[in-house]
């Protein structure tokens, strides 16, 4: 059910607000591209600061936009377990069809502890979850090993693996065979993590190229690696020049280039910086995207 090309949305304001109907717009531009699925609130989505209200609206606008066209997946982890189980509840009452939730950042939890966090909300709400590793922004990793434990546990039907180790990729896969689907976490790392096996990648340049991506993760899947290695080249130099700056930065910005929405953000994160955005103005325009 999750595989392809699946869009970490970002999430548009307006003068401080949530600004819905470019949120509609844009994904309802992402599914007449050919997406294979989205998550709103994760990380891309400024999640973090998001109120609660804030982000059972942007899930709900989400899923009513969609319209079950394609699977939408919930961005509802948290550092708190109680929280997380209830963006969660949230979640599945709304009517998405997954959640995916980081694991616990800030506080750094043994690995039983990360198990345990994952089996508590797998055992609260019924629904399909994906479990989101991203060491750089939570301080800690999971284990290979813990992902085999996780991986026998029922409704935990995937990983956003973003550690950036292909061993790691290795290892979970090895260990866990298909119980798990792995979906990349880094663009850049997709084709060779389907090399591996894994289905696809929750993606920060398909908010910008959203036909593209699932056109690579397509070839991949069907074993077409000559052409998504093609649509990989394409790509790389904007899948560098989105990280430049600080997640989401970047990709706002580049809609605001389109068109599509305002480069706002969510303090503490600022506007890109103006050499860092003359950068990501060249590499759009040398790839026709302006």
């Keep these: 059910m999750f595989k392809g090309a699946i869009t970490a949305l970002a999430t548009p304001f307006r ?21 294979d699925g989205l998550v709103p609130c994760g990380s891309t989505g400024e999640s973090a600061t998001l109120t609660h209200a804030e982000h059972e609206h942007v899930i709900r606008v989400t899923i009513e936009q969609a319209h079950g ?20 509840a949230f979640a599945r009452q709304a009517g998405a069809d997954a959640a995916l939730l980081i694991s616990p950042y800030y506080n ?19 629904l399909p979850l994906i479990v989101y590793n ?3 922004r939570t301080g800690s990793n999971i284990a290979p090993e813990t992902f085999a434990r996780l991986s026998e546990v029922r409704n935990i039907v995937g990983v956003k693996e ?17 119980r798990l689907t792995i979906l990349s976490g880094d663009d850049p790392l997709t084709l060779p993590l389907m090399a591996l096996g894994a289905k696809g990648v929750i993606s920060v340049i398909s908010n910008v190229m959203p036909r593209e ?6 070839a991949a899947l069907a074993g077409d690696f000559e052409r998504a290695r093609g649509l990989h080249f394409t790509m790389l130099p904007l899948m560098r020049a989105l990280f430049i700056e600080t997640n ?9 280039f389109m068109g599509k929405s305002s480069p706002e953000l969510r303090m503490p994160l600022t506007q890109m910086s103006a050499p860092a955005a003359e950068k990501l103005r060249a590499v759009m325009k040398e790839m026709k995207l302006i």
């Design 213 to 218: 991506m699932h056109e690579l993760a397509a």
């Design 69 to 88: 066209r394609v699977p939408v997946i919930a961005g509802t982890g948290s550092n708190s377990t109680a929280e997380a189980i209830r963006l969660t």
């Design 248 to 256: 989401p930065i970047p990709v706002k910005q580049a809609l605001a």
């Design 15 to 35: 003068d401080g607000e949530v600004n819905e109907a470019a949120l509609r717009e844009l994904v309802e531009w992402q599914i007449q591209s050919g997406i």
């Design 134 to 136: 991203i060491p750089g």
């Design 162 to 178: 973003a550690s950036g180790s292909m061993d790691q990729n290795s290892d979970i896969r090895r260990l866990c065979g298909e």
């Design 108 to 126: 750094k939890p043994t690995q039983e502890g990360i198990f345990r966090h994952y089996k508590m909300i797998a055992a609260a709400v019924d």
